[in-house]
């Protein structure tokens, strides 16, 4: 890959033992056994273009047409589906409890989500009728933001282990704009077992590292990555460590996908993410809205779960002034 890729800061190994794509798995699509053994050994599944474009496209615009609402998207001088980041927003202002979760029960996005061809690969997989977790994660993703380094099982394998996350791009998602990174094989690491037997809120663990050249070195294998489009599926392995690359979009983009956890029927649920918990991480009021960092290194802004007031408005304290609408 000829772009220089960024994760945490820190700038990929860009020579071909450190950093590679994805392995197409659309040829084995209807091959039960065949799709077992390959998310066995390689712990993901990538399938392009499984999706038709224009299912995704709807729940992009379901999604965006929310964000532009409340001043993070431009959809003034930009069309919406462009998804560039309005200089100054009014998230400060709107009942974030409220608006995250019309994002979740989105029409549009909860069909994309629950996409009969995505069901079909997990049904050959795990041998039966599944279903997926109520929660979603949705993320938007402003230019200078990205996720940490981390496994999926430490959240959400509170009911069974026999979990599985799907990574959605919704609408393409180019290198420059920070999709998913996955590091080739993690998921069979014997240096990980203390980490994945721990579980986040219990043991209040945070991101496995904030080094993505460092993980490499001692876990081995390649990061793997790509440019994504939109109807693109990715399924993965919940121990596979993955992060994503930072958003640097030239052109102020913000990324926009989502991941989804999927299990057999039959399997006990993870309670956290049923229901109309507001607290799946205990505690107060919280809200799952990733980024809006002041600053790199501002912690309390840093944690995808913010906390919100009585009127599920955000703490804006840590957000960048310049970024906010204030009163006159
Ligand atoms: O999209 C991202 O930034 C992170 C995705 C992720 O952590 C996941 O799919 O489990
Ligand atoms: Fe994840």
Redesign the pocket.
């Known amino acids: 890959m000829e772009q220089e890729l960024y994760c945490r800061g820190v700038k990929l190994n860009p020579s071909p033992e450190y950093l590679g794509e994805l392995r197409d798995s659309s040829n084995i699509l209807s091959d039960a056994d065949a799709l077992k053994a390959r998310m066995d050994e390689e712990g993901y599944l990538f399938f392009p273009g499984l999706i038709e474009r224009e299912k995704v496209l709807k729940a992009r615009r379901e999604i965006l047409l929310k964000y532009a609402t409340i001043g993070e998207i431009d959809s003034i001088n930009h069309d919406v589906m462009d998804s560039i980041l309005q200089k100054k927003s009014f998230i400060g202002n709107v009942n974030l409890v409220a608006f995250t979760e019309s994002i979740r029960r989105g029409a549009a996005y909860e069909d994309l989500t629950e996409d009969i061809r995505i069901m079909n690969v997990y049904e050959k997989l795990l041998g039966g009728p599944v279903r997926t977790f109520e929660f979603k994660w949705p993320?938007f993703?402003r230019p200078g933001e990205?996720?940490g380094i981390?496994s999926?099982n430490i959240y959400v394998t509170g009911g069974t282990q026999n979990v599985w996350?799907t990574?959605i791009p919704i609408g393409d998602v180019a290198l420059e704009e920070g999709p998913?990174v996955l590091l080739e094989k993690s998921h069979k690491s014997p240096k990980l077992t203390t980490y994945w037997g721990k579980d986040a809120d219990k043991d209040k663990v945070g991101w496995l590292s904030e080094n993505p050249t460092g993980v490499q070195k001692s876990i081995g294998g390649r990061w793997l990555t790509g440019n994504f489009k939109a109807g693109d599926i990715l399924c993965f392995d919940v121990r596979l460590v993955?992060a994503?690359l930072d958003n640097r979009s030239s052109v102020n983009r913000c990324r926009l996908?989502s991941?989804t956890r999927y299990q057999l029927q039959s399997d006990p649920l993870d309670e956290r993410w049923y229901g109309g918990n507001l607290n799946p991480h205990g505690g107060q009021m919280k809200v799952f809205l990733p980024g809006m960092a002041r600053q790199v290194g501002n912690r309390k802004f840093e944690e995808e779960w913010k906390p919100v007031d009585e009127f599920g408005r955000l703490d804006i304290s840590a957000v960048n002034p310049e970024r906010l609408v204030t009163e006159e």
């Open positions: 993320r993703v990205g996720t981390h999926d996350t990574w998913i993955h994503s996908t991941d």
